[in-house]
C-alpha cells in the first residue's frame, strides 16, 4: 500500500490523518477508542485482540477499527505507522 495514497484516501473519507512512531514492549489492555481507526502499519508490527480473535498486522498491511471496539494490543517491537481517526457526528 503507497502511504501517499493511504493518506490521500483518508482526508477524502473525513479522517484526521497522523504518522506516529510506538516503541517495543508494549501490551495495553482490552479498552476502546471514542472513534473509528484505519491504519497502514510502516514498519514493525501490531497484534490486536478483538471479540477473542488476535490478529498480528505488519508493514504494508491495513487494520480498519469501528468505533466503540473493546480491543487489546501488543507491540513488541517498534511500529510505525499512518492512523486515521474519526469521530462519529455530533462527537
Known amino acids: 500500500m503507497d502511504q501517499a495514497a493511504f493518506e ?3 482526508r477524502q473519507d473525513g479522517f484526521e490523518v497522523e504518522v506516529k512512531q510506538v516503541p517495543g ?8 477508542h471514542d472513534f473509528e481507526v484505519r491504519a497502514l502499519v510502516l514498519d514493525g508490527e501490531i497484534t490486536l485482540t ?5 490478529t498480528t ?13 473493546p480491543h487489546a494490543e501488543e507491540i ?4 510505525r505507522f499512518v ?3 474519526r469521530h462519529p457526528a455530533g462527537a
Not at 498486522?57 to 471496539?69: D, K, L, N, P, S
Open 25 to 32: 514492549g508494549i501490551r495495553n489492555d482490552p479498552h476502546t
Open 57 to 69: 498486522y505488519r508493514t504494508g498491511e491495513v487494520f480498519t477499527m469501528a468505533a466503540g471496539m
Open 83 to 85: 492512523v486515521g481517526r
Open 76 to 79: 513488541p517491537a517498534p511500529y
Open 50 to 54: 478483538c471479540g477473542g480473535t488476535r
Open 8 to 10: 490521500a484516501q483518508l
